[in-house]
DNA sequence: TTGAAAGCGTTACCAA
DNA sequence: TTGGTAACGCTTTCAA
């Protein structure tokens, strides 16, 4: 059995006084004397009171906890968003829980069930790759829970939603290899169901176009974001008759198994084909040749999240009928050169 | 305003029953009617309840939510230790709440307080590096509060434990550079203040005692493990009149750092020295050349410290007045050999 | 089979 | 300045 815990009860008791003095006496209330707060502390001190949050939670009506949901906690783009969550919720006096999703939609709406269960303040979440169906986040709106959707979000949910413009970081990846030369680009792309891969896609063909180099389909490949699916990809793009000279690669883990394909295949890098990926892991500077990538400024994306989230706390706490209209961040992501790329 | 949820109350007045009755209903009580049962489920589902587990807590004593702290939780190793310890957890309805010491007792302290005001079952916690002195692990103790400390632990704290050997790692791994015909092996260490780079210094030199290889003192460098220190103390290390042939190092970024500055060096590796880190760090295999690594099992280590927390919650749920004596579970380390220790 | 009431540890309101 | 009491939402025990 765990021990009993010392409660304003047992403070109460032994000092002959009530309860509803303990508490406010613990909390300095204006109208306690200062005697009697000194008793009381005193006596908590002695008796190592911790309050008893579950009560407090039960009475207010608030747990003073954020639910965050993420696809994998272990994916440092979603570790590092975390860490920026925590450390703006934390100095607001919230804790935080953390669920991940498995990129799973079942998993999803048992987490969001879990969360809404343990009365969570608000939710940060960033949804399953599988998911097409939102209707378990709609519920929580229609719950008046707060909700800040990050990186991953949806249309059909007007939820507040933090990201960055995928559009734009392929649009600035791609415009840097025509930059440098490169003629011939190709795209290993994500696929190209999910938004996010979609809009990167988009951005790939806009900086073609705007630079009038013609769309071809055979230089554009879907991968499932592996460094295996990376190198195989690079054997069907080699195999075309003209070679690309550049490849821009929907993620870092592809991008590194295109750059080991090319290494086996002895193409030079970034002379022969330049390489660019996304996400700027941090092994892209630590492999050979260091990779050129996208900076998607995930632990900024995590502080402003829980910021947006605070923001809607407080003022749902205000009786303010208006409804406040939901915030969208779109941070601008930021291109990274190095040797991948970067001809002499 | 948050919008009112639907409590038992409300279901109760609904169908003019009793609330202890819907209670019963919801949780198919054996003694209430089969009526009733579908009747109360019926309203429940229709008006979409969902249980307060604050209120349960409460009356139950049991918030269901273990306490976890690590130093950093985007650090690769504690974020798949997290997951598994997740995986446990959840399986058995508990919830996980995550910290974060920054490496800072004083956070860890604040960690542990906001902890035990949440009213966890239980915490799992590896400690800050510069944590000394552990009265505020011993005060969970005496709370009568499971705790298991992983990786990091103390032997002033008889708590669970679980940890891999890293006296035999690193004597796997210098007996390893040792056949690969190796003869002077320097060792970039960790502060040896820290109990884990104590012993992966003493696996070391034991393994090269074991040899019969006489232990250099100036073939040992301290560093701050950062991929930088790696490269200084590497510098450090050439400058010897008898330069080492092989660098056994106390993680995977300062053997980065060696590798990078041997490169540059033009230092064949691994034939004039050979490296092998610890860790095994995912970037261990995308480096040219491969590195060499020892294997924590950190997400095996994080599933084992939350089976042992389970394990001793529900045993002091049972009135087992005999005091569980405490499991410590030592796991024994991989090493990975990779290229840049495998000679030809 | 159902109901009534007490209680979990706090807070908040009103009365003294 | 302090005390009493109801209330938060649920579970549990005992009575009906």
Redesign the pocket.
Known sequence: MGKK?V???DIANELN?????V??A??KH????D??IKKVSKVARRLNYR??DI??A????RSNLIGVMVPHTDENFFASAIRGIEEVAKKKGYNITIFQSNDDTSDEKSNIETMYRARVDGIIASHAMETHEFGHYQDILDQDIPLVLFDRFNDAIDSDVVAIDDFKGAYKAVSHLIDQGCTRIAHIAGQLSVHIYKERYRGYKQALEDHGIPNEENLVVESDMSLEGGRKLTLTLLNNRKKPNAIFASNDYTALGAIQFLQESNIDIPEEVAVVGFSNEAFTSYVTPTISSIEQHSRKMGKIAAQHLLDQISGSTESSSAKRPSQKTILTPELIIRESSKKK
Chains 1, 2 share one sequence.
Do not use: E, F, Y
């Open positions: 815990r409660t304003l009860t006084i009530d309860v509803s003095t508490s406010k613990l909390k204006p109208k306690i004397s005697v009697t309050p008893n009560a407090t039960l009475v207010k009506g």
